[in-house]
Structure formats: C-alpha cells, structure tokens
C-alpha cells in the first residue's frame, strides 16, 4: 500500500526560492506532519521516519519518498501569464 499526497498550492514567492525549498530535505522534513527525519538517498529519493499519534496509539513508520516529476537543477519555465507551472 502507498500514501500518495497530491494537490495544488500556491505559494507567494520567487520561484527560485521555491524550488530551492522543494529540494531541499530540511525543508521538507518540516512541512510533513510528524516527520522526524528526511534524508537524501539520490536527487529524486529520500528516506523518511514520521511519527503518528492517534489518540493513545502511537506508531513509527519508516518509508521512501520519491520525487518523481524532477526538472533541471534549475526551476522550470512557468507555462502562460500565472506563472505557476505544475508540480
């Protein structure tokens, strides 16, 4: 079985610096919920340790994350006047 997380968001900054956030593993670690540890396998996967608590019940759980739409080092062209491309 595999979590997937999509959506859509709009973030009010420069694109650079976003993208530079999206790749960066201490960020990331840092928007997911309960998330203890995040660490960069490879430039388009990481290992992850997220802590959950339901209630009385606590669990850890190990895992991988993948990024799997990947540009150049460099953010891509925003598409049309929104300058939002899609993530």
């Known amino acids: 079985m595999a979590l997937v997380i999509e959506g859509e968001e709009r973030i009010a900054a420069p694109l650079q610096k976003v993208w530079e956030a999206l790749n960066d593993p201490d960020v990331l670690r840092q928007t ?15 290992a992850a340790t997220v802590v ?5 019940i606590k669990a850890t ?8 739409r990947r540009w150049s080092a ?14």
């Open 32 to 46: 997911i919920p309960g998330c203890q540890s995040l660490e960069k396998k490879s430039d388009t996967e990481m």
């Open 52 to 56: 959950v608590k339901i209630g009385p």
């Open 61 to 68: 759980f190990n895992g991988e994350v993948t990024l799997r």
């Open 74 to 87: 460099s953010p891509p062209t925003p598409p049309g006047p929104a300058g939002h491309p899609p993530l």
